[in-house]
Nanobody, 124 residues
Framework: QVQLVESGGGLVQAGDSLSLSCAAS????????MGWFRQAPGKEREFVAT????????YYADSVKGRFTISRSNTLNMAYLQMNNLKLEDTAVYYC?????????????????WGQGTQVTVSS
């Protein structure tokens, strides 16, 4: 069992940066690939970024590539999402997720555990 708690969301202006954190409980964190997803009002939850259990492999949605960076610390049981040059369309609730398989994945149905989400709002 893995419990995930996101933090770091907030209200920022377009062009600003924000860093999200995901604290994971449980002894199996290092065996889990991690992902970040987001959901805007009236839209489906979408993939943002994923990282393998080793941290070597990462994938990003095209919409965030070059602006967002996913990372993890298996020592601290933490996952992070650094978001730079934020745009209005990045406004959403951001969710951290973990999957028992160690491979990075963009498929939301492949994730076994989800956090409660943290709101990110980008204003003009």
């Amino acid at each position: 069992q893995v419990q995930l708690v996101e933090s770091g969301g907030g209200l920022v202006q377009a062009g600003d940066s924000l860093s999200l954190s995901c604290a994971a409980s449980g002894r199996t964190f290092s065996n889990n690939a991690m992902g970040w997803f987001r959901q805007a009002p009236g839209k489906e939850r979408e993939f943002v970024a994923t990282i393998s259990r080793s941290g070597i492999t990462t994938y990003y949605a095209d919409s965030v590539k070059g602006r967002f960076t996913i990372s993890r610390s298996n020592t601290l049981n933490m996952a992070y999402l650094q978001m730079n040059n934020l745009k209005l369309e990045d406004t959403a609730v951001y969710y951290c997720a973990a999957r028992a398989g160690g491979d990075a994945s963009s498929l939301k149905y492949s994730y076994d555990y989800w956090g409660q989400g943290t709101q990110v709002t980008v204003s003009s």
